[in-house]
């Protein structure tokens, strides 16, 4: 049966007119999202990121994100790019005006950051601030790996980076539960000032613990100044410092002419590991590498 031609026609013309319709209808709906369809293909700028504390930083470029960080911290020291990255000073004593004159979107630090007032007022200029919780644990090292992820938005990478850092967690502990000697140790902090010891609850006491070792400071938290009557108290067999310290001292020799360590079996031995501080200290993803080559040099040390 054949169709009115004219039919036809008209059925078309409607068709055009209706999609005209819909057409004029969806324009200011357009308008108000920007403009065009192809407004909504375009894909959202990277965030600006400022890393507070140098694991993050670490993280940061192992995920490949250093083209999104603006600014980080004095303790970012590793990799040798992040000296040249803008410094907002030392990250327990950072200023609001210094972090939002770099425009970031998002801080990430640790709760070791502060003061706390300045990062609310961050906050209140619309920034995101992420804090990790500090616990000198693997856990840790594993929360700054995802936290880091999710704020530069490279989950996938941070999924894959802490599989391979699982598995080196895991063989250096197995290196570590194979030792048969716990060495005595206790940490000398010394960047600048009176020498400080380790006590409980510190970065130090912790690595101490996880490189296999005991802290030899049991009896406080935190720090307290370096005293001969707690360094033979103590007894330690190996003393530890950071490379930067043993340079604030004079050097190692200068460090063995301080009367405070004389009655230590550590000095009759001359018993001394010494690391950078960031790798050191820093619980970030050199933790294994870091706590790998501090068991094996104490324990080379008392050999």
Known sequence: MLRDPMAVQSGVHAGV??????????APLLSALGGSAAWAA?????PRIVSLGGALTEVVYLLGAQGQLVGTDTTSLFPEAALR?????????????GLLSLKPDAVVGTTEAGPPVVLDQVRSAGVRVELVQADHTWDEVRRKVSTVGRVAGREREAQALQAELDAQWAAVNKV???ATRRPRALFILSHGGSPMVAGTGTAADA?????????????????????????????????LNSTQGIEALGGEAAFWQRPELALTPAFRRKALV??????????????????????????????
């Open 42 to 46: 375009t894909p959202a700028r990277p």
């Open 207 to 239: 690595l101490i613990r996880l490189a296999g070792g005991t802290n030899a400071i049991t009896q406080f938290a935190g720090y307290r100044p370096l005293t001969a009557e707690a360094m033979a108290s103590a007894a330690p067999e190996v003393l």
């Open 176 to 178: 570590v539960a194979a």
């Open 85 to 97: 990255t803008a410094k907002v000073g030392y990250m327990r004593q950072l200023s609001a005006e």
């Open 17 to 26: 007119r209706r999609q005209l319709l819909r057409s004029a209808l969806a």
């Open 274 to 303: 010494t690391m950078e501080a960031s790798h050191l200290l820093g619980f970030g993803p050199r933790l294994p590498s870091a706590v790998r080559e501090l068991h094996t040099r104490m324990l080379a040390a008392l050999a």
